[in-house]
């Protein structure tokens, strides 16, 4: 079974910009949650999409937005680039509490990593 | 909210020792679950270790095991006979409702296994 796909994997962008990265979850899941990874602050919650919808949403400002599609596809965005946004960009697939032996694990990405010049 | 707090940032350890990452979290809830998530370094993160909040018997897999207290609110994790391999970020994470509810994590310890 294919893992969670992310992708792109790198890039670079300069301040004012806005980005896409997508997300491939696992086949089955249901669930996609996106984390923001930075040096200083660890893995902050950005939110979790289910059945195409906003199930979770975490404290970062509007730019930050998202979307799941009805194969459970996720895409994240963010608008008007700022230098505080270079980070590690996790996307994490799990299943529905919904199907048994539901261990509430995620099952993670490799991440895109996001750099702003 | 919930919140989860690792208070040692970075720690280095010789192979073959014993280490113990701390984790404490604050949470008003009575059922909830705890994971130890390994990020070695530029792969994927993985889950090492997870404890449901009900559960008193502290969970195990192989070389890693849980010194979870409920009443103190903490979570610590141990690793025994450290192998190069354990080298990584290691993230402590909180969550409320198994499937319905966000993970919340702490901001890592860094681990280093020297040889």
């Known amino acids: 079974k294919a893992g969670v796909t992310q992708t792109p994997r790198y890039l670079i962008k300069t301040r004012g910009q806005q980005v896409t990265l997508s997300c491939s979850p696992i086949s089955g899941h249901r669930s996609v949650s996106w984390y923001q990874q930075t040096p200083g602050q660890g893995l902050q919650f950005l939110f979790e999409y289910f059945s195409e919808t906003q199930r979770n949403k975490g404290n970062f400002p509007g730019r930050f937005s998202g979307r799941q599609f009805s194969n459970s596809r996720s895409e994240m965005n963010v608008s008007t680039l700022e230098l505080g946004d270079s980070a590690l960009y996790l996307c994490a697939s799990r299943t529905s509490v919904h199907f048994g032996g539901n261990t509430g694990e995620l099952f993670f990405g490799e991440g895109s990593r996001l750099t702003v010049l | 909210a919930q919140t989860v707090t690792q208070s040692q940032p970075e720690m280095s350890v010789q192979e073959a020792e014993t280490v113990t990452l701390s984790c404490t979290y604050d949470?008003?809830?009575?059922?909830?679950?705890l994971f130890w998530y390994k990020q070695p370094p530029s792969r994927q993160m993985i889950l090492v270790i997870r404890?449901?909040?009900?559960?008193?018997q502290n969970a195990t897999e192989n070389r890693f095991s849980v010194n979870f207290q409920k009443a103190a609110k903490s979570f610590s994790l141990k690793i025994s006979d450290s192998q190069l391999g354990d080298t990584a970020m290691y993230f402590c994470a909180f969550m409320k409702h198994v499937g319905d509810d966000k993970i919340i994590f702490g901001k890592g310890t860094r681990l280093h296994i020297l040889p």
């Open positions: 404890q449901e909040a009900y559960k008193q």
């Open positions: 949470t008003s809830e009575n059922n909830y679950y």
